[in-house]
């Protein structure tokens, strides 16, 4: 089973920035299409940003243009740079492989955006 670790989370103003990792035990994280998820109280789970194992890279509306998914193969990690941060982008964040049967859940990072 693969464990995920993410990091990075903090608090930051409004058009501050971030960037959070996601370390992934497991020999196979490589042929892992990946993403990031994020979920806010009261909110369900939402992907934000997908990145297939060829580098294609997908985002919600609401974050497009200011996040950016990434991965490094060779230290099975994938990161989100998040810039111009804005209040509703506070959520706690977790990374996941991007299809069905899921991961195990990690504890995820919490990012809280002020105005």
């Known amino acids: 089973q693969v464990q995920l670790v993410e990091s990075g989370g903090g608090s930051v103003q409004a058009g501050g920035s971030l960037t959070l990792s996601c370390a992934a035990s497991?020999?196979?994280?490589?042929?892992?299409?990946m993403a990031w998820y994020r979920q806010a109280p009261g909110n369900q789970r939402e992907l934000v940003a997908s990145?297939?194992?060829?580098?294609?890279?997908t985002y919600v509306d609401s974050v497009k243009g200011r996040f950016t998914i990434s991965r490094e193969n060779a230290r099975n990690t994938i990161y989100l740079q998040m810039n111009s941060l804005k209040p509703e982008d506070t959520a706690v964040y977790y990374c996941?492989?991007?299809?069905?049967?899921?991961?195990?859940w990690g504890p995820g990072t919490q990012v809280t955006v002020s105005s």
């Open positions: 996941n492989r991007n299809f069905s049967p899921l991961w195990s």
């Open positions: 990145i297939t194992s060829g580098g294609t890279k």
């Open positions: 497991g020999r196979l994280f490589t042929i892992h299409p």
